[in-house]
């Protein structure tokens, strides 16, 4: 599951963290970040190094929205329906994006390039409605122009690769 550094780094955050619980959201990203996602056996792995119960762990996976329980697109689209964002026009923008794709909440094209999911309130209620895309990148004060060019933009991109 992880590397000889991926294990060290590990080992140097649990010297600074007597508890494995408070090493465990680091080591959720770390396996997010490597797969994308975090699979039951994944948690199990992190159970056992941490010393956490796989209940535990499944507790906090889905829990909160950052950790996918399944294998997501390459550009997973976070929509923000909080409550400047819904003010904002979120939750339209939301319905816009799933009309365009042909997806729903939580799901992916067939294609597996995109993958669409409302979730809470990312912070950036000033520039509303906005979009974090693979928990990285936000794009706000959106209109359906700039979704257009966003999608046009990720499946560009995505021929190039």
């Known amino acids: 599951m992880f590397d000889e550094n991926e294990l060290k780094k590990i080992e140097e955050l649990k010297r600074h963290y007597p508890q494995g619980k408070a090493v465990l959201l680091p080591v959720l990203w770390m396996i997010q970040e490597k797969y994308g996602w975090i699979s039951t056996d994944s948690m199990k792995f992190a159970g056992d190094l941490l010393g956490i119960p796989y209940e535990h762990i499944l507790g906090v996976v889905s829990f909160y929205t950052m950790f996918n329980e399944h ?87 995505h021929k190039l690769t």
Do not use: H
Request: charged fraction near 25%; include cysteine.
């Open 71 to 157: 294998p997501v697109g390459k550009y997973n689209l976070q929509v923000c329906t909080n409550v400047a964002c819904m003010l904002r026009g979120g939750y339209e923008l939301f319905k816009y994006i799933s009309d365009k794709l042909g997806i729903n909440n939580k799901e992916t094209t067939s294609d597996g390039m995109f993958t669409i999911e409302e979730v809470e309130c990312l912070g950036s209620c000033a520039t509303a409605p906005m979009m974090q895309v693979n928990n990285k990148e936000y794009y706000e004060n959106l209109t359906t122009e700039k979704i257009d060019d966003l999608i046009k933009d990720f499946q560009n991109n």
